[in-house]
């Protein structure tokens, strides 16, 4: 089932009643990672579950592969059959504005082979600013059989088969962290400051509108299509802090239709690492 990559609020007021649909409230604050959970508790779009950054979205226990590494397709599996998404179930994940959680969600269902994910554009924000109504309710789901498929591990980069293909020049390499941290000027999370040399910056709210809804197809492809232009023959992949607001750029190709790019996983969190990788700072 392939489809839509991005839905509208009044869309989903629409299907919020449809019993194939599942939402999935992703809000999360990296600072403060019990903000989201207390947000969803305080309120939520009606029927939707939560789904949290590092319990649910992530396997905090692998080490050396970044802050948020990839969870344990099985266990990520169970989390959704236990929610109810089957193999036709529509999913849309939603966080505060941006999308910048809720496409972690988008891309992992992807990436177990589900086709049926979407993300609501302009997240919690758009649906309040239309004043739909808000729940405090637990939804009552009822587990699912799942889905029958292979994981897309093509998809996923590593960092030592980075490090192998930029020493190559086989890779063109889009860290979607803001400028400032791709700079190294400053480094409000990681230990270490900096970027992957050889790496280009690509903000992930560029794809976005002031308001917080992506920018139209047409904005999408003229931009993109430059830095495809640009990577010639080399694989384009993107990363970010931790593997999280890469997903934001994977989205945005997907809804502009975009050739797909792989994901570098581990990214600046597991690039950092192994001390003995080298470490750029500056725009150069």
């Not at 990559?5 to 999935?24: C, Y």
């Not at 063109?172 to 230990?191: K, N, S």
């Not at 934001?248 to 996983?265: C, D, N, V």
Request: aromatic fraction near 8%; include cysteine; charged fraction near 20%.
């Amino acid at each position: 089932m392939s489809m839509q990559v991005l839905i509208s609020a009044p869309q989903l007021l629409a299907l919020s009643e449809d019993p194939h649909t599942v939402i999935f409230d992703c809000r999360f604050d990296l600072a403060d990672p019990q903000a989201g959970r207390e947000a969803y508790a305080q309120a939520h779009i009606p029927g939707a579950v939560y789904a949290d950054l590092n319990r649910d979205l992530s396997d905090m226990s692998r080490a050396g592969h970044g802050r948020h590494p990839l969870p344990n397709p099985d266990q990520l599996r169970l989390f959704f059959q236990m929610h109810g998404v089957g193999e036709r179930t529509r999913v849309v994940a939603y966080d505060a504005r941006e999308g910048m959680f809720a496409a972690r969600l988008w891309f992992l269902l992807q990436w177990l082979g589900h086709a049926g994910g979407c993300v609501l554009d302009g997240g919690y924000a758009a649906w309040t600013a239309l004043g739909y109504k808000r729940s405090t309710a637990l939804p009552l789901l009822t587990p699912s059989t799942g889905w029958l498929s292979e994981v897309n591990s093509a998809w996923i980069l590593e960092s030592n088969e980075v490090a192998r293909l930029l020493a190559r020049r086989e890779i063109a390499l889009i860290d979607a962290r803001g400028a400032p941290r791709f700079r190294g000027e400053v480094e409000p999370i990681d230990p270490v400051a900096g970027h992957v040399p050889g790496a280009l910056n690509r903000p992930f709210n560029d794809n976005l509108r002031p308001d917080g809804t992506f920018k139209s197809v047409a904005e999408l492809r003229a931009e993109w299509s430059e830095i495809d232009a640009s990577a010639a023959d080399q694989t384009l992949a993107v990363m970010c802090g931790s593997g999280v607001t890469a997903c934001h750029h994977l989205l945005a190709r997907a809804h502009a239709g975009l050739p797909r790019a792989k994901l570098y996983a581990d990214s600046w969190s597991g690039w950092i690492a192994d001390p003995t990788r080298a470490v750029a700072t500056s725009s150069l």
